[in-house]
């Protein structure tokens, strides 16, 4: 019995730290914004107390069009499911089975996630560039000149402009995650399933990929709450634009905040964010309902 409370407070002790950490990081600013969004503030005057008026603006206010930045949040969060994770899926699969320079391959397809967004952005910004960019260019080398566009200034090709460089640079994420979870896996049931006739295509199929399913469902809550939250590339590439068609949700925060000092209009913002990534990592996680494994 002594032994045991020993252990509770040694317990308790260590995790402290990082339980008041998380606690003034994230849920600490979470109840802060919950009350300023309750606010007409500008951020530095006292706020008036408006109620939920601020979250009845979000979706009747023509002006702002939230639903659309959400909307837009969810195309991506969609393509990052069905056409990010399967091609992660799939150069994981065939790394893992150790393929030449296997461990070179690796780590070039993670070099983006390594790198600085705002490189990205500038080097994507260079790929679109309507004059010299590698798009109109190659285009131009093979007769498709009807073709050209500019990217990102153009209503109909700006939002899927956008959402191109962000499925790019974490595709080697979640390859690496995925990679790792089946590298973890016994030899041995690969080895046996040979045995019994099996090709590589339904070993995977059979064996490696239902056995990767806790892996698979964290990359998927992953993919879908990094896109409602995206806002980095986006910023850098179109800031929003042109005529809010690559909106999202944290660029239209970033607008209230500093464009218009709308601070509690932007903190109802922030909570709908949150209430939006909890809300599908709850349902994605019953969705990938696993058994526990004794």
Request: with cysteine; aromatic share 12%; charged share 15%.
């Amino acid at each position: 019995m002594e032994k045991a409370r020993r252990n509770k407070l040694a317990i308790f002790i260590f995790m402290l730290p990082a339980v008041l950490l998380f606690s003034l990081i994230i849920i600490l600013p979470i109840f802060m914004s919950s009350y300023y969004s309750l606010l007409n503030w500008d951020g530095m005057t006292k706020g008036t107390f408006v109620g939920l008026k601020n979250y009845m603006e979000l979706f009747t206010s023509k002006s702002v069009n939230f639903p659309r930045a959400v909307s837009n949040a969810i195309l991506l969060a969609a393509l990052s499911t069905f056409i990010q994770l399967p091609i992660a899926l799939f150069l994981a699969l065939v790394l893992a089975r150790g393929v030449k320079w296997e461990k070179t391959f690796v780590s070039i397809y993670f070099i983006p996630v390594l790198m600085s967004t705002t490189v990205i952005g500038q080097l994507w910004l260079k790929i679109y560039n309507p004059d010299y960019g590698l798009v109109n260019v190659l285009l131009r080398s093979i007769g498709l000149e009807h073709l050209q566009r500019v990217w990102l200034g153009d209503k109909k090709t700006a939002l899927i402009a956008v959402f191109i460089p962000l499925l790019w640079q974490y595709i080697g994420y979640h390859m690496l995650l995925m990679y790792a979870g089946i590298k973890s896996m016994s030899p041995e049931l690969r080895e046996a399933a040979k045995i019994d006739g099996a090709t590589e295509a339904g070993i995977d199929w059979y064996i490696t990929i239902p056995l990767l399913k806790p892996v698979i469902r964290t990359c998927v809550i992953f993919a879908v709450t990094g896109s409602l939250k995206a806002f980095d590339l986006i910023y850098i590439l179109t800031n929003g634009g042109p005529a809010h068609a690559s909106e999202v949700p944290s660029t239209l925060l970033v607008s209230m905040i500093i464009g218009r000092n709308r601070y509690g209009f932007g903190s109802a913002i922030a909570v709908s964010i949150i209430f939006l990534c909890f809300f599908f990592a709850i349902v994605i996680r019953k969705l990938f309902k696993t058994e526990e494994v004794v």
